[in-house]
């Protein structure tokens, strides 16, 4: 049992590891095609408007959707693709900690879409 409680951290730590080289692979790739640039001005932009409009997207149910119809709207309209099976799955390797925060980022989203319109 020893070993496998110490074999325990160790692949903790590979799993951390492997996901800072992807995620370092992911920025590399983003900037090599010129995406990078594109998508943190979105991003500085979408902070800059949310802040302008008193939005920081974790209002609830009375600025919009609720989160399964927000996860809803982004699968089906903004990704053209049906939800995932298994959703917490999917937001942990998107790097989310939560459900709740990867719903939070999809009501920022939501609510930068509305405002922009």
């Known amino acids: 049992m020893a070993i496998r409680s110490a074999a325990l951290p160790r692949a903790g ?3 951390m590891n492997d996901q800072d080289k992807t995620k370092d692979q992911l920025l590399d790739e983003l900037r090599l095609s010129g995406a990078y640039e594109r998508l943190a001005e979105r991003a500085r932009q979408k902070k800059h408007v949310l802040a302008r409009h008193g939005i920081n ?6 600025s919009g959707p609720n989160p399964a119809e927000l996860r809803l709207w982004f699968f089906e309209q903004r990704l053209g693709r049906p939800l995932p099976d298994d959703m917490d799955a999917f937001t942990r390797e998107l790097g989310f900690a939560e459900r709740a925060d990867f719903d939070s980022a999809l009501r920022r989203e939501w609510l930068y879409l509305q405002v922009i319109k």
């Open 57 to 62: 997207g974790t209002e609830g149910r009375a």
């Open 13 to 15: 730590k590979a799993a």
